[in-house]
């Protein structure tokens, strides 16, 4: 399923666990600095509302004056599980990319402000960079450094996999409790 | 020293955009292993396309390209602060070029050194080999993601119903893929110390991430554990991405060191799918490239 930014409630309210998406249109960066940042009050320059945010620190390298991305697969998302759902209600996201699945407030924040946990396959750094079209700029760069900033990425069918709807359901839940009976029973 | 420099470089590129032919085999077999049509498929084919691609385009296989760990086998009296520097001149350099990211951070300010380097970063181990001739260069680049997922057990440990000995130990390095998930970035591989003091136990773990995949280990009974964990681990379910299927493991190395009557460590050192691992053996002045490893 194509999803294309702005994306509505009705369209993330469609989603469910185990769907395979491709996103296209702007994707916003963001990681541990900037969870923290907005959190503590801070505010950013950037309208996100109806976006993506992704927990993302690519590497970027700057040719001819232009910023060009040489790799950005998607970095642990449990150590935002603190602020994620204020910053899904603050910033108005639809979705979040990430790698490795979040935790309850989360998945009850995607419940309540209709937004979904998109899982991009972690460490895919190439196949993932190919998807991002253009680099239109950064804000808190100087702040934060290079991964930590907050990167406006044109994408095109940028690959993922619901594992956290808005309806409460939780891939990793369900595969951590399957896992553990599973271990239970070979101990 | 410029040679030596260039050399480091080349392998710090060869590294981070390359992945070493033990562990893509071991990828391969995964991929066959796989359900078709699944979200674990989908993950796995994704990492195949994805070491193609990063090969092709010599640009990290993956954007953390984590922290820089030299693992040096030299003739005795090589005088380890030249390597060091010529080290840290192809790591900036590495890191301007992109092979990099910019992964040194101030732990206090935040501040990004911008270039890999600052206190503690990169790290170097040295040993010395008497009669050796040249130098051996072992570069793993190791992301935050899997590094966060690592576990170390103080034996007993009435949680998990761990004694002091190799079933108590098996219990640890299970209980730590059950927590890892899909966080460390599987399918991973495990790096395991039994013993040492907290520091040498986890600095030994990763050593054995050193260990080519297809190799055995040479005490029987840490043999059998480390094909029994691999396997166990594989009927969890956790898969690749921890989305459910049939590969969490790629493989399981396992050491052991002596340790205090009191202590009983097991540490475990969780390495991602994007197993960067690359070796060199130089001439001994560092100039000439004899050989690459793995």
């Known amino acids: 399923m194509e999803l294309t930014t702005p994306i509505s409630e009705d369209v993330i309210r469609s989603l469910h666990v185990g769907d395979l998406v491709e996103v296209t249109g702007i994707v916003h960066t963001g990681r541990d600095a900037v969870h923290k940042f907005l959190h503590d009050g801070g505010s950013l320059p950037v309208d996100m509302r109806g976006g993506v945010l992704y927990h993302c620190g690519p590497v970027m390298v700057k040719e001819d004056g232009q910023w060009v991305c040489k790799?950005?697969?998607?970095?642990?998302?449990?150590?935002?599980?603190?602020?994620?759902?204020?910053?899904?209600?603050?910033?108005?996201?639809?979705?979040?990319?990430?790698?490795g699945g979040m935790g309850d407030k989360t998945l009850a924040g995607c419940k309540e402000f209709g937004c979904v946990y998109l899982h991009a396959v972690g460490g895919a750094a190439q196949v993932l960079a190919e998807c991002i079209k253009k680099v239109r700029g950064a804000c808190m760069l100087e702040e934060f450094g290079s991964p930590e900033a907050v990167w406006e990425l044109e994408v095109e069918e940028f690959p993922c996999v619901v594992t956290m709807d808005s309806h409460g359901g939780s891939l990793h839940k369900e595969v951590f409790a399957r896992s553990k009976e599973a271990l239970a029973k070979l101990l | 020293m410029a040679g030596l420099k260039d050399n480091l470089l080349e392998?710090?590129?060869?590294?981070?955009?390359?992945?070493?032919?033990?562990?893509?085999?071991?990828?391969?077999?995964?991929?066959?292993?796989?359900?078709?049509?699944?979200?674990?498929?989908?993950?796995?084919?994704?990492?195949?396309?994805?070491?193609?691609l990063a090969a092709k385009k010599s640009q990290?296989?993956?954007?953390?390209?984590?922290?820089?760990?030299?693992?040096?086998?030299?003739?005795?009296?090589?005088?380890?602060?030249?390597?060091e520097e010529a080290a840290r001149e192809a790591v900036a350099e590495a890191t301007k070029k992109g092979f990099l990211r910019q992964n040194s951070v101030d732990s206090l300010t935040g501040k990004n050194s911008g270039t890999n380097l600052g206190p503690g970063t990169p790290t170097f181990h040295f040993t010395q080999v008497r009669g050796a001739t040249g130098m051996n260069v072992r570069l793993?680049?190791?992301?935050?993601?899997?590094?966060?997922?690592?576990?170390?057990?103080?034996?007993?440990?009435?949680?998990?119903?761990?004694?002091?000995?190799?079933?108590?130990?098996?219990?640890?390095?299970?209980?730590?893929?059950?927590?890892?998930?899909?966080?460390?970035?599987?399918?991973?591989?495990?790096?395991?110390?039994?013993?040492?003091?907290?520091?040498?136990?986890?600095?030994?773990?990763?050593?054995?991430?050193?260990?080519?995949?297809?190799?055995?280990?040479?005490?029987?009974?840490?043999?059998?554990?480390?094909?029994?964990?691999?396997?166990?681990?594989?009927?969890?379910?956790?898969?690749?991405?921890?989305?459910?299927?049939?590969?969490?493991?790629?493989?399981?190395?396992?050491?052991?060191?002596?340790?205090?009557?009191?202590?009983?460590?097991?540490?475990?050192?969780?390495?991602?799918?994007?197993?960067?691992?690359?070796?060199?053996?130089?001439?001994?002045?560092?100039?000439?490239?004899?050989?690459?490893?793995?």
């Open chain 2, 60 to 83: 990290p296989i993956c954007q953390d390209t984590g922290s820089i760990l030299f693992h040096v086998h030299g003739p005795v009296g090589s005088d380890q602060l030249v390597f």
């Open chain 1, 71 to 99: 790799a950005a697969g998607p970095t642990t998302s449990a150590r935002e599980e603190p602020y994620q759902a204020e910053v899904i209600q603050k910033l108005g996201l639809r979705a979040v990319i990430g790698k």
């Open chain 2, 140 to 294: 793993i680049l190791k992301g935050g993601g899997c590094e966060n997922v690592g576990a170390q057990y103080s034996l007993p440990d009435s949680r998990i119903g761990a004694d002091r000995d190799l079933k108590g130990c098996r219990r640890a390095i299970l209980d730590a893929v059950l927590q890892a998930q899909g966080k460390g970035c599987g399918p991973g591989v495990l790096g395991v110390c039994i013993g040492g003091d907290r520091a040498t136990s986890y600095a030994f773990s990763k050593e054995q991430l050193l260990r080519s995949l297809d190799d055995r280990n040479p005490n029987a009974e840490l043999d059998a554990l480390e094909q029994e964990i691999v396997a166990t681990a594989n009927q969890l379910g956790i898969g690749p991405m921890g989305f459910g299927g049939k590969t969490t493991l790629l493989g399981c190395k396992i050491g052991v060191v002596n340790r205090l009557p009191a202590s009983y460590f097991v540490s475990i050192s969780y390495m991602c799918w994007a197993f960067r691992r690359r070796g060199v053996v130089l001439s001994a002045d560092g100039g000439k490239i004899e050989r690459w490893l793995y």
């Open chain 2, 11 to 52: 392998l710090i590129r060869r590294t981070s955009a390359e992945m070493p032919d033990d562990v893509n085999r071991v990828l391969v077999e995964a991929l066959k292993a796989e359900e078709k049509r699944t979200t674990a498929e989908f993950a796995l084919k994704t990492i195949h396309a994805n070491i193609a």
